[in-house]
């Protein structure tokens, strides 16, 4: 049984290692960010760092949550494609600047977030 959850675990990291592949690969290829809506991008990136910022929280387990890093590194490289390609490198900054910022207030000042989790 502690071999299948172990198979289990790593397989799951490894489909969301190469879930946002083709998505990437497709955007470089083609050269052109057209059909990818920047909205939903940023929106699920928000998701993806709220529920891992809550999970560290919580102190859960590694392995409950590795997937979400692989998947936010992701939405980020195609992010900055996004950028890229449409010609507006530097308005990336400003997403950047306030990502990283958010994160870093969020992980520094636990009282925020014990506000925030207050049930």
């Known amino acids: ?18 879930l946002k592949l083709p998505q990437i690969s497709a955007v470089l290829g083609a050269r052109s960010s057209r059909g990818i809506s920047l909205p939903s991008l940023l929106l699920e990136l928000a998701g993806f760092l709220v ?3 809550y999970q560290c929280y919580y102190e859960y387990p590694l392995l409950t949550y590795l997937e979400f890093p692989i998947l936010i590194a992701q939405d980020l490289i195609l992010l900055l494609c ?5 010609g507006d490198v530097r308005r ?10 958010a994160w870093f207030i969020l992980t520094l000042q636990q009282w925020i977030l014990d506000l925030a989790m207050q049930e």
């Open 92 to 101: 990336a900054v400003p997403y950047i600047i306030i990502c990283v910022s």
């Open 82 to 86: 996004v950028f890229h390609f449409n």
């Open 1 to 18: 049984m502690e071999t299948l959850l172990w198979l289990c675990n790593w397989s799951t990291l490894v489909v969301c290692a190469a």
């Open 51 to 53: 529920f891992l910022r």
